[in-house]
């Protein structure tokens, strides 16, 4: 019963008071919960394993917010100018993407034994579960290796735990979304630069096309990715498409009525809204600002009803 | 992806709980969920389709049969390897390759052998974390200097854990405390001195 040698395996999860790792010994696995001050220790031995079982969590509810936000939060910048503070929301947002861009999905990995599943906090992403299972597959397999005669039949028998799907599933490879994301990168810091450079006070039509060429471009982007993420159905990816739109456009006038009465209320000065809001309509016509509140109230309102509407036709395809 | 203790051969989504065939799960690339679209990857072991263990021992059927050292009337199946004593099939602990009876068991557990120990206090994380957030709060340093040097020399003398975990943290957490401690000495002692040298030259 002597101490054993543990080799560790890739994957952590890590936090300010949470340290979880995974440890391959010669007859076992040790799963390490930590919250750096006490340690949890849970053994699986290889005979006693079941199943391991990992499930990546689909990045699309997160690649839609982030659809809507990163090129949102850019056309507010581009409406009422470039400012430091635009980079306080992007951060987290960038930092996300990067995460996911580079390590993929999070995902959770479970280990099934004769009592159940147990968690394995520090199996999150799928490099790291490539790596367990490659390590720790033959292990396993050699200590069940006397029990491989009791192998399932390989044709499974009828399914009857659910109900069949009423739509055929798709079968997609490996999602790539890096494109979208780099794409959304280049266009923030695009908007960055030209929103520097116009700082300067260089204006010209040149730079209003770079604009609205920008503003253009982060919106088909934000079209593409719904597209991507409701690929299953068409029906859904157009309503979708039309929720967009009018998520886009409520921000972006709510940006810009915020922008006006900023502008109203505040004089004018160096740096401030002024340049875009002189040819807005709301500029140039400051009564119709509260009609133009009313719209944008209306549209958010659409466009929660809208965001209901998806789930609830989502909801119905697998029921 | 779960597969049903009664039907092994179906498997549900770790998610949703939809019904999943294995073989596809078990696809180098795994399968993705028809209702919560998640991809799904996973492997089922030959333990999963072994048939339950029997929940009761076998009794002794002839005379020159061993018994259980706990159950005179059961079977042995095997010995302890730690203490030797037969055991039937109820008290048998199977450890990876290795049978221990409770009693063992339990004295390792007591004796926080590391590889029995399922939770494991690290004092020198909680030595330094003493010795070093203190500062913030200068004056807290008055007490948390002895402190972090008593959990420091607790920690160096503690049983060592089934993970390989460095000295290093006791270590600066001790000299830390000794610093803090020996500052605040300096300067109760400069303090006094200054005291007793103003209240002389008053005198």
Redesign the interface.
Known sequence: ????V?QPLPGRGFGLFRRDRV?LA???L?S?R?S???????RF??????????????G?YWMILNAFLIPCLTLLALSIRFHWGWAIPLMPLGAWTVAYASFGARA?C?V?T?LG?HLLPAISRRPA?EAL?DQL?PK??AA?AE????????V??P????PP?R?T?V????PNQGWYFEGAFLVVALAAIYSLWNQRGAHGIVFDWLEYGLSLASFVMLLFSLARAYR?DVGGGVLACLWSIIVTQAIYGSGIAIAASVQSATPRLPGSPSRYLDHHPIRVLPQLLPYASAAEALCIAAAVAGLFLILARKNRQ?E | MVVSVDNPTVAACLGCGYALPPSEVADENGTRCPRCRSRQLGKLFPAAFRPPATAAAPGIQEANEAACFHHPTKRASVPCDHCGRFLCSLCQFAIGPQNFCPACIEMARAQANGRWVARRMNLDTVALATATLPILGVWTTLVSGPAAIYLGLRALRQAPGPLPRGRWRSIVAIALGAIQVLIWAILFVTAFATALFQGGRLG
């Open positions: 019963m002597d101490n054993l543990y440890w010669e007859d076992h040790l390490v930590s750096r001050f006490v340690d949890i220790y849970e031995y290889f005979r006693d394993i079941y199943g391991i079982h990992f499930r990546e969590r689909t699309e959770e479970q099934q004769t599943l579960y299972r597959f396993i397999e069940q029990l491989e005669s009791l192998s399932p039949p390989i499974p028998p399914l009857n735990l659910a799907p739509i599933p079968v997609i490879q490996e299953v697998v």
